[in-house]
Structures are given as C-alpha cells and as structure tokens.
C-alpha cells in the first residue's frame, strides 16, 4: 500500500494495485472505490489519473504486457553473453522478479474479454518468439527451438502461478530446468 499521505500517487500506483487486486480476486474485484481504500485514498485521486473503469482495464492490460513481457526481453536482448547464460539470465529474472505472477489471473480475464484476449495472447506470441530466437542462438534447429522456447515459457508462467518454493530450492529446480532445456 502507498502512504499517500507522503506520496503522491502515480498512475503506475494505480496499475499495480489493479494487478494485485487483479490477481487475488478477479477482474470483477477491480472497482473503483475498493482500489482507493486499497491505496489509502479518495476515489477522487482516481480521476486524476483515468476518465473511468474501462481505461483503467485498457492501462492495466497494456502495463502487465509491457512490464512483464517487453522489459524482460528488451533486458535480455541487452546482455552480451553467451546464448545459454542469456537463457539462465532471462529465466532466473522472471523467477525472482516474479514477472510471471500476474499471467494466470490475465488468462483468466481474457477468457471472458475480448480486450484481454487480444492482449494476453499477443504478449504470448513475443514470449514464444523470442524464447525460440534464443534456442535457435544456442544451435538447436527450428522445430527444436520452437519446443524449447515455449516449454521454457510454459513452465515459467505455470510455476509462478501454481507453485511455491523457498528460495533456495527455487533456484536448485531452475539450474535442473535450465540444463534440461539447453542441453543438446
């Protein structure tokens, strides 16, 4: 929760709250005057920031898309490693990062919203493709990288959402994971 009373509120505070509210109770939990008592202030606040309920979904869909799928592989187009480690790279900052989070509550909402639909799959397709980019890089052949690059996705978007480890063996399950789908 954002102190307001030391903070002034951002639209990226609205978004993120959205998120979590988004993720624990659905897309029909995403009201106005809750998300304000969420953030310690006026509904009013929310105006500043959206003309109403349907720009605040189209914000949130776009941030969730650019936040946890552009940043993450604009990020790992940056690094100048090898193909594995930028692999190992791109894994371990889903994983810690939790960019993979919100993905299960976004599917669900875009089972019932075209808006959504549209959206989650899009982000989808950047993952798949730049997964299969990153195993073609490792030498894999084009059939070999497709299946890779969205068993890779897959797994990340499930485990995010479905299940918890402690840190450490979070990390020992990823080193497994990682060697499994970049040995040849």
Known sequence: MVNAKNKRLTREDWLRSALLLLSKSGVESIKIVPLAKQLGVTSGSFYWHFRNRKELYAALLSYWEREMTDVAIEAAKKIKVPPEIRVWKLMEQVME???????????????????????????????????TWMFLELGFDKLQAEARGRMMVVYMMGES????????????????????LTSQ
């Open 97 to 131: 990062t939790g960019m993979a989070k919100f993905d299960l509550a976004i599917s669900h909402w875009a089972q019932n919203d075209a808006m959504a639909d549209v959206v989650f799959h899009r982000a989808l397709e950047k993952r798949f493709s730049f997964a």
């Open 161 to 180: 959402t479905l299940i918890s480890y402690p840190p450490k063996k979070r990390k020992e399950m990823l080193k497994i994971k990682h060697k499994i």
